[in-house]
């Protein structure tokens, strides 16, 4: 048996269910890391050139898992982790299930009690990378669940690089700081369209906007930072900008869209909270504030 042979046997087999893009670049991660690794999908011809580095594809759910000690599942959601898995498969002992598939906080929550059930031992987890990054050190993964499995697969899980943080054992931890990061890029995104929408219905062309638009993302750190510290001491001072003040520009950008016919549902609904806020008495404070506006608002 040659050296390499003698280090592969010490490193646990690894199962990858799901072959998106994520799945396989998990999959690579694990074989460049030097585990031995088997990959199912439910349609085939997803593995790219996993076979060819080494990887078996599995021809069942059943054999998928009989070949891995970690098994990794990256569906599309958790409802297609639950119909994969439904049929009993048999001879869990020793394996641990990690369940990178994006969702919700209830639905993790739910998926650790459902496997609980079936004596499947599992942690949850999010991925905050793009898939170019899985297998480098920019890579950054959260893991929330049971200690005691966390400490069983964290070896194995370094294959994937970069940063990994375990949150504790609430199973949906995780995915509670997935849905909130998400929740920045959605909206941001939105906001990035919509003002190059109207940036050039003005007759400024993208790149000339650009210029300026890099330069307002460049103050979005040092307002979440400040914004944390005032939503944690509940002290929302307006001596940078103030609610009223935000009440005066989005009518601007609401109204100016408007008469270009750019569609203005996104913000109307920012100018809702906005409104909420004044009305409450909250004009003269600062921007954080508008938290306890949006909670207010989901009570109602």
Not at 121 to 145: H, R
Not at 216 to 224: A, V
Request: with cysteine.
């Amino acid at each position: 048996m040659t050296a390499s042979d003698e280090e592969n046997t010490r490193l646990a087999p690894v199962t990858v269910l799901g072959l998106g893009p994520m799945g396989r670049a998990l999959a690579s991660a694990f074989l460049a890391a030097r585990h031995p690794v088997a990959v199912w999908n439910r349609t085939p011809g997803r593995t790219g050139n996993l076979l060819d580095r080494g990887a078996k594809a599995a021809d069942s759910v059943e054999d998928a898992v009989q070949a891995g000690q970690v098994i990794v599942a990256c569906l599309i959601d958790y409802d297609a982790v639950r119909a994969t898995l439904e049929h009993p498969v048999q001879g869990w002992e020793g394996r641990q299930l990690v369940n990178l598939t994006s969702g919700e906080p209830a639905q993790a929550r739910a998926m650790a009690a459902w496997a609980s059930s079936r004596g499947i031992d599992y942690v949850d987890g999010a991925i905050l990378t793009p898939t170019p990054a899985i297998g480098t050190p920019s890579a950054a993964v959260l893991y929330s669940g049971a200690r005691d499995v966390h400490e069983a697969i964290q070896q194995t899980m370094a294959a994937i690089g970069g940063t990994a943080m375990y949150l504790g054992d609430d199973p949906g931890r995780a995915s509670a700081y997935d849905v909130a990061l998400l929740d920045i890029f959605a909206t941001s995104v939105n906001g990035i369209v919509h003002a190059f929408a109207l940036a050039s219905a003005e007759g400024i062309t993208p790149e000339q906007f650009a210029t300026f638009a890099t330069g307002i993302g460049g103050l979005l750190p040092e307002m979440i930072n400040r914004f944390a510290q005032q939503i944690q001491a509940s002290h929302y001072p307006g001596d940078r900008s103030t609610i009223a003040s935000a009440a005066s520009g989005i009518t601007h950008i609401i109204n100016t869209a408007t008469t270009h016919g750019i569609d203005v549902g996104v913000l109307t609904a920012a100018k809702a909270i906005i409104d909420h806020a004044v009305a409450d008495g909250y004009g003269p404070e600062g921007l954080a504030r508008l938290t306890t506006t949006l909670h207010k608002s989901s009570r109602a």
